[in-house]
Each structure stands twice: as C-alpha cells, then as structure tokens.
C-alpha cells in the first residue's frame, strides 16, 4: 500500500499555505467566521474564476470546509488545529488580522428571527453559551442536549417532548447571516425563540424580523446564559 511520507504531505499543505493569494484567504478566516466565495476572492484580489482554483487547493489539503446555503458558498477554517497552526506563522510574520465588518443593516444585526428561530449577535451568543455551559453538544453535525441541557431547559419551563417528537431536526449549527458564525437552528433554536417571545425577553419589531430586547429579557439572558445587553437606544418595550 503506498503511504504518502509525512513530510511530502507537510510540503503539500505548507504550499497551499504559502501562496500569497490563498494567505491571504486563510488569515482573512482566522476571526472564526465564514466568508462567502466573492468575499474571499475580493479579499485575495483575484477574480471569482481564479479564486475557485484557490479554494480546490485549500479543499483537497484539509484547511478548509465548504458550506451552501442558500446560493452562497461560505468557506470557514476546518478545524482549530488549521487555526492554531496559522496563529503559529503569523507570530514569525508579525501579520496584523483585519476586523470583520459585517455588512449587513444596523436594526438586524443585533437580534432578529432566522425562519422561526433566533439570529444575529443575539442568537450567536445564545449557542455560544448553550456549548460553554454544556447544555448542548455537537454529534454528527447535529445539537443534542446533555443532560445538564435538560435540567436547564426544564428549568426555563420548556415542554420539549413534542419538539424531540417531531420529525423535523431538533438542533443544528445554522450559519449566521450577518456573524458568520453558528446559530441554533432546528426544533430547538424555534423553542427558544418561542419561549423568548411568550416570556417577554423579545418584542417582534412591526413589519421587520428584527427583534427588541426588552428589560425583563436583559435580566433574564444575563441570570440564564450570562449574556449582557446594553438597551441599545431602542425603544423601550412594556413587559
């Protein structure tokens, strides 16, 4: 059987890191969050045709995984280990990341609804704190909840049964719009965001998926999850 020697494999990936195009890529990925093709063939100044070249090489060494949705592609790190290795090069090169901008409108960015479930800065720290707080876990490209998960849903009053029952996906990791990085999607991310909406945490915006935090919601995601929110100067809601 014909093994690929360790360092050939070393010198392969070591090349698709090294052209300045594909660099520039990589560092551009290294804030966590997912670029669209465009936005990365922008960023390595090549057009979308040759960019597509950069991105099977990237693909084929394992730097990289590819998402679709919707009639995006999005292109993210693979792993943390690509991150670390990376983060290694940069302190040798002294490179400076670039901060993201996301582009997306000032009223949706903070809060909003993806489908039925929770989206934006909001959503993102929701899933943030659910896997830090290990109320969920991610098995096969799916969310289930662990058991410290089903305490605290209980606790917050959430009836999952029907949900668990349904044959839709119970949880999910859906890539945000606006962060560029997971929310949660699936049976679970609408129970929260019902639950949110019947507790008095969010108030719907009229004719617009953005969504207010109301007073009550800013103590509550700050007790439950740890999550801080300024008032924004947003209308104040009545609980």
């Known amino acids: 059987m014909d093994v690929e020697p360790s360092e050939l494999r070393l010198a392969h990936v070591a090349a698709a890191i090294a052209d300045p195009a594909r660099a520039r890529m ?5 804030d966590g969050r997912a670029r669209t093709a465009t936005e990365l063939a922008v960023v390595a100044q090549k057009s979308s045709s040759t960019a597509s070249s950069h991105f099977q090489k990237l ?3 394992g ?14 790190l693979a792993n943390s280990d690509v991150a670390h ?3 290694a090069l940069l302190a040798i090169s002294s490179f400076e990341l670039p901060a993201f901008k996301p582009s997306t409108p000032c009223h949706l960015r903070h809060a909003r609804s993806c489908y039925d479930h929770l989206a934006g800065e909001l959503g993102v720290k929701v899933h943030d704190a659910l896997l830090e707080r290990e109320w969920m876990a991610l098995q096969q ?3 289930q909840l662990t058991p410290t998960g089903m305490e605290g849903m209980a606790e917050l009053g959430l009836d999952l049964t029907a949900r668990v029952q349904a044959r839709r996906r119970f949880a999910y990791p859906c890539l945000d719009w606006s962060q560029r990085c997971a929310h949660v999607g699936g049976a679970l991310g609408a129970l929260l965001l019902d639950h949110m909406l019947l507790g008095g945490w969010l108030a ?15 103590r509550r995601l700050a007790s439950v999850f740890d999550i801080q929110c ?3 100067s947003q ?3 009545r609980e």
Do not use: W
């Open 85 to 87: 290795a990376l983060e």
């Open 59 to 61: 693909l084929e060494q």
């Open 230 to 232: 300024g008032d924004r």
């Open 26 to 30: 990589l560092c551009c990925l290294l």
């Open 63 to 76: 730097l990289v995984t590819m998402i679709s949705q919707g009639k995006h592609r999005y292109f993210q």
């Open 204 to 218: 719907r915006t009229l004719d617009s998926r953005a969504l207010t935090v109301t007073a009550k919601g800013r």
């Open 235 to 237: 209308r104040p809601v």
């Open 141 to 143: 490209g799916m969310y």
